[in-house]
C-alpha cells in the first residue's frame, strides 16, 4: 500500500542494527563481569569462555556499528542509549556463582539466536549486505550456544 512502511525500511533497520548493537555491548559486559567475578571449583573453563565471548561480541558491536554509519545513521553508544536499546536482561552475580552465571549467559544467547533469525528472514531480500552481517553474528551466536551448554553440562 502506498505510504506503508515495511520492516526494510531504512529506519526501521537503523533501530534493528542499534538495538543489536546495544544487546553486543551489554553482553558483552556481562561475560566481561563473569569472567572476572566467577568463582570456584570450574571456574577457570568459564572464565575462559566468557573472556572470549566479551571479546567475540565487541567484535560483533564494531561491524554493527560500522553498519549502521555506512546506512547513514549513527550508532547509539551513549550508555542511557545502549540501556534503553537492548533488549537483554541479565543481572551482575558478585557472588561468583557459576550456576546462575551461566543460565543468564544462556538465556541471553538464546535470545539473541532468536532476534537475529528474525531479522535475517525479514530484511534478507531487500538488504543483503546487512542480511550477511546478522547471520555471521547469528552462526557466532549459535556456537557460543553450544559452548555454555557444554559447560553446563548439558
Known amino acids: 500500500m502506498a505510504g506503508e512502511k515495511n520492516f526494510t525500511h531504512n529506519e526501521d533497520v537503523?533501530?534493528?542494527l542499534n538495538r543489536d548493537l546495544a544487546n553486543e555491548l551489554t553482553t558483552m559486559?556481562?561475560?566481561m563481569g563473569d569472567s572476572l567475578l566467577v568463582r570456584g571449583t570450574d571456574s577457570h573453563d568459564v572464565k575462559e569462555v566468557a573472556d572470549k565471548f566479551a571479546k567475540q561480541d565487541f567484535k560483533h558491536a564494531k561491524k554493527l556499528a560500522a553498519r549502521i554509519v555506512e546506512l547513514e545513521g549513527v550508532p547509539a553508544l551513549m550508555p542511557i542509549n545502549i540501556q534503553n536499546s537492548t533488549s537483554i536482561d541479565w543481572t551482575l552475580h558478585d557472588d561468583g556463582?557459576?550456576?546462575p552465571i551461566l543460565k543468564d549467559a544462556l538465556q541471553c544467547e538464546m535470545q539473541s539466536v532468536i532476534?537475529?533469525?528474525n531479522q535475517i528472514q525479514n530484511i534478507a531480500w531487500n538488504d543483503p549486505a546487512t542480511s550477511l552481517l546478522l547471520e555471521e553474528i547469528l552462526a557466532d551466536k549459535e556456537h557460543q550456544v553450544e559452548e555454555i551448554r557444554n559447560l553446563m553440562g548439558l
Open 14 to 16: 537503523l533501530t534493528l
Open 115 to 117: 532476534e537475529f533469525r
Open 97 to 99: 556463582a557459576i550456576t
Open 29 to 31: 559486559l556481562m561475560y
